[in-house]
């Protein structure tokens, strides 16, 4: 598992790619409040930092014809989509609304709260939304169970398809239960596409009453800072110009590095004039919770620069309107149960499993489910799982109740069961040469949609093309980026030959305390759940010395990776991908990729991947065991028991291939009995527990 999100990892890097170095006194320690850097860097904000400019803009052009700036109030709607897996981070409404007032005390200034420092008020409120995108009453809070409350930011696009209002009209926030490398929260900047446009905050660190700290909350005052288009004080370090270096802002003084103590007098930076102390109790440094109370002037003109260029509709009196958010709304004295519900796998292959997740609005307390196809047909559980054993396209059902009534909703066609396919007969071969992109029958995924695999020709194992992935420049730690071959149908395997996958590799690191991972992954169940074949992180996928400059291997830096799929050779529906984590480190190069025939079966390969897939039942067993030998083996096994491995009890003889012998233990002893299963002169040993 790569560390990929503690401060030491990024900062440099991230210090490196603006050209500037960090003092070595950097504190290394610390957990990282905030994700920011690492999702963001430099490159990425070019289109915001050109649209706030224009907001700068027009603002000061408005002033010029004597235009009234405009100060009034503006209120952002909030949706809070609670990811919980039953546990305390399923956190309570009181502890939401809390939130969102601290919010309002801090974005306010309001007097006598702990947000009344000696910043200003920046004009923007916050109203947790009163109705859904469908014009239902809600308490503006989305509530769905799953495991994925342990959040890694690399699945940030799941949260998204597990429940998102438009983002244009609702500022959607994503309470969890942790995510990757301790870090606190983290939020998309403006101008940063639909899918990412969001906040994820961990659980505990969400408002100020029950499981969040009293002094708590400022987490997420911090990242509403970042999706108003705020930098970290910190941000660019001293930098040259105290105005149009650093973060932009003229009145927040330069930063060396993140404060984590609430110290006034630091003063990391000398170049500013006159030379003021670090901006400790700003909230967009890392300083604890109770000592961040400011946001200046120079911010809050950032933040209406956006509001008035790219999150324009957000707090239009029409949107205020539409969302309940304006003081004209009148709440009804209780919302009635508004029912909804999702699944991340609406398309399967027949025999897979789907978990249906209730989000319905208002605290629903009775669910019936029914489910046309599937098994069970009907549940009353809230979160059910059913499985889909029948080609076809089906509707889903629920009916949610609470003390105020019921709703329904049919999703008609939403299950779609296919049949598993058959696969491309091997050899499935490409050495890339033709360069073509993506290279024919592969897929290249890039989930982030930035740094992917690509063709290279600066080097390659069989010239002119190999694929390479740049992980040097790749800031997005922890990303997949995947090469996915299409379905094989490895039965065309010669019966006599060996199925292999080999390829070529060749990989640097850009720093001896990191590495970037490769891993090949293989999937049965048309590609729904994945067995890993082969892994290769540090010592094992180096083939270069370490190097902070581009990796490209000569001749001799390229190796070559066999995988022994024999195990798999009765699959007719197999999908292998390769995927690159990366982690920051060099250039990964792949080539002369091929699945097929390998040589011919020795011994051996067919015990290590025939033996491996032999199956016994029961154990612990009484009277008799049932061995089930799989197709496919060339040759007899012969099934000897022995009490212990070397005394012999008792010879059952030979089974053929794709058959499944019941051996009669009576009169043996209790105890553990070993079966050796004998062929072509080796053997493979298991044990089985026989009861009195
Ligand atoms: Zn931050």
Redo the contacts with the bound molecule.
């Keep these: 598992m790569i560390k990929y999100t503690n401060t030491r990892r990024f900062f440099p890097l991230l210090a490196a790619a603006l050209g500037f170095c960090f003092p070595t006194k950097f504190v290394f320690a610390q957990q990282t409040?905030?994700l920011?850097d690492s999702l963001y860097p430099a490159h990425r904000l070019e289109t915001a930092e050109a649209g706030i400019r224009t907001g700068f803009q027009k603002r000061i052009l408005q002033a010029a014809d004597n235009h009234a700036s405009d100060d009034s109030i503006r209120i952002i709607p909030v949706v809070v989509h609670v990811i919980h897996n039953g546990g305390t981070e399923n956190i309570s409404t009181a502890q939401i609304e809390s939130q969102i007032r601290i919010l309002n005390e801090d974005y306010g200034k309001l007097t006598g709260t702990p947000g009344d420092g000696d910043g200003v008020d920046t004009r923007v409120r916050f109203c947790l939304t009163k109705i859904d995108p469908q014009g239902r009453c809600t308490d503006g809070i989305v509530r769905l169970k799953t495991p994925l409350t342990a959040h890694k930011p690399v699945d940030r696009a799941t949260l998204k398809q597990l429940s998102f209002w438009d983002n244009t009209r609702y500022l959607n926030v994503y309470v969890v239960k942790s995510i990757t490398g301790g870090v606190g929260g983290y939020s998309s900047f403006p101008y940063a596409p639909p899918d990412e446009d969001g906040i994820v905050v961990r659980a505990n660190l969400f408002g100020n009453v029950g499981t969040a700290a009293s002094s708590g909350g400022r987490t997420m005052t911090?990242?509403v800072g970042?999706w108003f288009g705020l930098y970290?004080t910190f941000n660019g370090g001293c930098g040259q110009d105290t105005c149009a270096d650093g973060d932009y802002v003229c009145d927040t003084p330069p930063v060396a590095n993140p404060n984590y103590t609430c110290s006034l007098n630091a003063n990391s930076c000398a170049n500013d004039s006159p030379n003021l102390p670090d901006q400790v109790r700003n909230y967009?440094d890392y300083s604890p919770d109770d000592c961040k109370n400011k946001f200046t002037q120079g911010q809050k003109e950032r933040i209406v620069a956006t509001l008035d260029t790219v999150r324009t509709l957000i707090w239009s009196p029409a949107n205020l309107a539409s969302t309940g958010c304006d003081s004209a709304y009148q709440a009804p004295a209780i919302c009635p149960v508004a029912v909804d519900f999702v699944t991340l796998t609406p398309t399967v292959c027949t025999g897979n499993q789907v978990y249906f997740m209730d989000r319905s609005l208002n605290a629903a307390t009775a669910w019936q489910w029914s489910f046309p196809g599937g098994t069970p047909a009907n549940s009353t559980l809230q979160n059910p799982t059913v499985k889909y054993d029948t080609v076809g396209v089906y509707p889903v059902t629920l009916i949610a109740w609470n003390a105020n009534g019921s709703d329904t909703l049919t999703l008609n066609n939403y299950i779609e069961v296919t049949e598993p396919g058959v696969g491309a007969p091997l050899p499935f071969a490409r050495n890339f040469d033709d360069g073509q992109y993506p290279p024919e029958g592969i897929s290249i995924i890039n989930p982030d949609g930035g740094i992917a695999w690509e063709l290279d020709s600066a080097a390659a194992r069989s010239v002119p093309y190999s694929m390479r992935i740049n992980n040097l420049i790749n800031t997005n730690y922890g990303t997949r980026d995947e090469i996915e071959l299409p379905f094989l149908d490895l039965t065309t395997a010669h019966p006599d030959s060996m199925v292999r996958m080999t390829f070529w590799w060749a990989y640097a690191r850009s720093d001896a305390n990191y590495s970037d991972e490769l891993i090949v992954q293989l999937s049965k169940d048309c590609g729904f759940n994945y067995t890993q074949i082969l892994t290769k992180s540090g010592s094992t996928l180096v083939t270069g010395p370490t190097q902070t400059t581009p990796f490209i291997p000569d001749a001799s830096q390229w190796k070559k990776a066999t995988i022994n799929l024999n195990a798999y050779r009765t699959e007719h529906y197999v999908k292998i991908r390769l995927v690159n984590v990366t982690d920051g480190g060099n250039n990964l190069y792949i080539d002369d990729l091929y699945v097929g025939d390998g040589g011919t079966v020795t011994a051996t390969d067919e015990l290590q991947s025939g033996m491996r897939s032999v199956r016994f039942f029961p154990n612990p067993a009484r009277d008799y065991v049932q061995f089930l030998i799989p197709p496919g083996l060339n040759t007899p096994v012969h099934i000897r028991a022995y009490d212990t491995p070397g005394k012999l009890l008792r010879d059952y003889g030979e089974y053929a291939s794709n058959s499944s012998p019941i051996l009669n233990l009576a009169g043996l002893p209790p105890g553990f009995l070993f079966f050796t299963l004998q062929f072509v002169g080796l053997s493979y040993t298991t044990r089985v527990a026989k009861l009195p």
């Design positions: 409040p905030c920011f911090h990242e970042h970290h967009m």
